[in-house]
């Protein structure tokens, strides 16, 4: 943004931050094509010029795919997501047929309990979509959509570690963030 010379606001105080939010932070590690942010400016600026100035001092792979003004009274991004969608390529070779009855498994499951800085939680309710994709050359990956609730995340790290696949021996990359109307 400064490289770009946006006018950004910042906050009051002793240390000013910038105004600006994430819909939805990005775990370490995950690599995304959905990511999306609120930035408030200190003055209007045609939506063409502020994508121009941002393309111009962007590192070439992270590209700008929309800019929209919205109203400052709109609800936060963050209070919008429902969920976000997620593709999981496996860097081990994997019996898809042992990960497809692994995935049908879980997918049947009433409830599965995990545990977060210490406190119990049922993730089940949180998987809204788990499938195997088997493409034409064998290879196995999988796809989810996980609920961003008030309170309750879904993690693709704990889908992984219910399915018995150690998260180090995948590739997460975050797709879509899907938000209320």
Do not use: C
Not at 43 to 66: C, H, M, N, Y
Not at 129 to 145: F, P, R
Not at 161 to 180: G, H, K, M, S
């Amino acid at each position: 943004m400064r490289r770009a010379e946006l006018p950004i606001s910042y906050s009051q105080g002793f240390h000013p931050q910038p105004k600006m939010s994430l819909a939805a932070a990005l775990p370490l590690g995950f690599s995304s094509r959905a990511e999306m942010l609120d930035v408030r400016l200190n003055e209007d600026l045609p939506v063409e010029d502020i994508s121009a100035r941002l393309k111009d001092s962007l590192p070439v792979d992270i590209q700008i795919t929309g800019i929209e003004t919205v109203d400052e009274r709109a609800p936060a991004l963050q209070t919008q997501v429902l969920s976000a969608a997620y593709e999981v390529h496996l860097t081990e070779p994997i019996d898809g047929a042992e990960l497809t009855q692994k995935v049908q498994n879980l997918m049947m499951t009433e409830s599965v309990i995990r545990e977060r800085r210490g406190k119990t939680y049922d993730m089940r309710p949180l998987i809204e979509m788990l499938s195997v994709i088997t493409e034409a050359n064998g290879k196995v990956w999988l796809k989810m959509t996980l609920a961003a609730r008030d309170g309750a995340t879904g993690r693709p790290e704990e889908v992984l570690n219910a399915l018995d696949i150690l998260p180090e021996y995948t590739r997460v990359e975050r797709i879509r963030l899907i938000f209320q109307k």
